[in-house]
């Protein structure tokens, strides 16, 4: 491309992950011309958003804010906004547009409320160090906010360069006795192997993101793909075994070979929402053998005729996988109760209002 001579628009935002469907909306439903950008940064409320040629610090309008129902409502990193720019490097998000797919949790602290990781992500890389954070139970989690957001997931075992071989034999098979169907990579940011596989998989104007607990890595396995320190990076405490909080923020980055990838915090708590759908993907082998229970509304637990109980005894179906499938399954319920409590509440609470609204008037009236 000659000095001078800028790329247009429309190519500009396909680099940043534009699909056709989403051009095809935008054209459809919008303005003629709109200013589309994609958010790349958040942090507490305030976002950085690209159009593939500027970017900018960008706050949404009050009327969002004020109509806002959830922070399911706000943008997230990932997200594609329509925005009115000002001055040299602000703008105002007037509208989300919709969203391809959308990576959420419980959030922490707020029963019944979910929280966005990111959006418009197409695979997720679930990183684990294979030291001392690889847990089966907390990768079925991850998986399940996968499928339930139809992202497909990759497994980063990461940190094999602290271990032996004989240790990651040992990982691979526990983790193919739980779930064959799981991909997974054997990374080392030290030793760089695992790097090009991982690059390999990596698509031009494809989003991946990056998940997992505080210190195993996530952002290490970034900054090596970007080749250079973008990110501040921390590790596991030797004292308490748990990651030291580095990234407090999300942020995109666009990789050399042309697919994006987003940074997320490290993640202590990872409740479920109450999607079924990413539950019934991840245990699969437990969904096959349900359809055989005598009674269509069987939990598993201990009904008579439970073809589920007699596959864990008989060792078809993973005992621990089980267990922790019934575990999931409690706080799915748990979350669907007190949403449909927060929902009675509100809806008491709008009748509450609405009368005295209708009193006031007929008392003025009066």
Request: glycine share 6%.
């Amino acid at each position: 491309m000659s000095q001078g001579k800028k790329e247009p628009l429309k190519n500009r935002l396909v680099a940043l992950g534009l699909t056709p469907e989403l051009k095809s909306y935008i054209s459809d439903n919008l303005p003629e011309q709109p200013h589309i950008a994609r958010v790349i940064r958040e942090h507490r409320e305030r976002y950085a958003v690209s159009d593939g040629e500027n970017e900018y610090d960008a706050e949404i309008t009050g009327n969002m804010r004020y109509s806002a129902s959830s922070r399911m409502d706000y943008p997230a990193v990932g997200d594609w906004v329509e925005i009115t720019p000002y001055g040299p490097d602000q703008a105002i998000i007037n509208l989300i547009l919709p969203r391809k797919s959308v990576l959420t949790r419980q959030a922490v602290g707020k029963p019944g409320e979910m929280q966005i990781i990111s959006a418009n992500i197409d695979y997720a890389f679930i990183v684990q160090a294979i030291n001392n954070n690889f847990n089966i139970n907390r990768l079925e989690r991850y998986l399940t906010i996968c499928y339930s957001a139809g992202i497909e997931p990759l497994l980063v075992l990461s940190k094999i360069d602290l271990v032996s071989r004989e240790e990651i034999a040992e990982a691979v098979r526990t983790l193919e006795k739980r779930d064959r169907q799981v991909k997974y990579i054997l990374l080392s940011n030290v030793t760089m192997e695992g790097v090009e596989q991982v690059i390999s998989m990596m698509e031009r104007a494809r989003t991946y993101c990056v998940i997992g607990s505080s210190g195993v890595g996530k952002s290490t396995l970034i900054n090596t793909l970007l080749q250079r320190e973008a990110l501040r990076t921390g590790e596991i405490s030797s004292s308490t075994n748990k990651g030291r909080h580095v990234t407090e923020h999300r942020e995109l980055f666009i990789l050399e070979n042309g697919s994006i990838i987003i940074d997320t915090p490290g993640m202590k708590e990872l409740g479920l929402t109450d999607d079924s759908t990413g539950m019934r993907v991840t245990f699969r082998d437990i969904g096959d053998v349900a359809a055989e229970c005598r009674y269509p509304d069987c939990r598993h637990v201990n009904e008579a005729g439970c073809a589920v109980l007699e596959a864990v005894e008989k060792g078809t179906i993973d005992r621990e996988s089980y267990e922790n499938y019934l575990k999931m399954m409690k706080e799915q319920e748990r979350f669907t109760t007190t949403v449909a409590e927060k929902r009675r509440k509100e809806k008491h609470f709008g009748k509450i209002l609405k009368d005295y609204h209708r009193i006031q008037r007929k008392n003025r009236e009066e």
